[in-house]
């Protein structure tokens, strides 16, 4: 059984084969990447590191060739990822790959979504559910580490401006999700199923500033906004328009309660364990010097 995994030298895709190497033999694992040096040591263990791009449909032809089982990490491309994710589902059709993964967003179905980056990601699970090939959406929810930037500018500032009211966040790191993500394609099954995958508990803005002060001995205080008020703050801070709508948008989507935990706990089900806690993360992440802040507000990085 060959398992390729789209992306693996990114954020996601990296960790998703370092489980997957946990998991199976390193002859069994295709990492397809863009710039097969950044693979050299996936390489020296015997992964074997194709070339290719998502909007390159004959490279991504030849990269498929001859893999049973496809991890499909999202393009980071918002705005260009209906067409990627076509161009690598046609790729796979015509490589005969069996069945494909692919990392979505959480509860990308509920009718309103309000979520930015909700659109590309139900354009792809329609391209999935046409191809006839046998897939899994791996439904993320939001990453802990795209709020770092946020932990950081108000540890240094001393308030959390936010827009998200009392919407809870459940958030869970980029490991936990790549865990999941190997979890599956290295099991044996071909089924279609649906994971819908969130931390174990939700936080809110106010529990998120009091994490920050624990950990960094900085004060932080909550100033809630509305959303033109954080969109004039975020203007002020020289954002362009299209990373305000975005960032503001995240905060709509949290207050409506888009990214608050699943009650499947599908995530911590597949890991083995229960997710780790959003303190965890800041910890590790901001035990040592804070760093000079982005002006980023919200968790405002692109999640998935």
Known sequence: MTIAVTGATGHLGALIVKHLLEAVPATQVVAI????????????????????????????????????????VSSSEIGKRDV??????E??????????????????????????????????????????IPHVLLRNGWYTENFLDTARQAAAIGILPTAASAGLVASAPRDDYAHAAAA??????????????????????????????????????????TTDELAERLKAAGLPEIAIQFAVGIDVAIAAGELDVDPSHDLSRLIGQPTTPLAD????????????????????????
Request: no cysteine.
């Open 184 to 225: 599956v394609a290295a099991s044996n099954s071909v089924e279609t199923a649906i994971y819908e995958l969130s931390g174990d508990t939700g936080w809110s803005q106010a529990e998120f500033a009091a994490t920050i002060t624990d950990i960094t001995g900085a004060p932080v205080a909550v100033r809630p906004l």
């Open 281 to 304: 993360v800041l910890k590790s992440e901001l035990g040592g010097p804070l760093g000079e802040a982005t002006g980023r507000t919200g968790g405002h990085a692109i999640a998935s």
């Open 91 to 132: 790729a796979a059709k015509t490589a005969g790959v069996g069945w494909i993964a692919y990392t979505s967003v959480l509860r990308v179905d509920k009718p309103g979504i309000i979520l930015p980056i909700a659109p590309d990601h139900i354009v792809t699970e329609g391209l999935l559910a046409k191809s006839g």
């Open 33 to 72: 990447v863009r710039s097969p040096d950044r693979a050299a040591g996936l390489a020296e263990r015997g992964v074997d590191v194709r070339q290719s791009d998502y909007d390159d449909r004959e490279s991504l032809e030849k990269a498929l060739a001859g893999v049973d089982r496809l991890v499909l």
């Open 84 to 89: 990627q994710h076509a161009n690598v589902i």
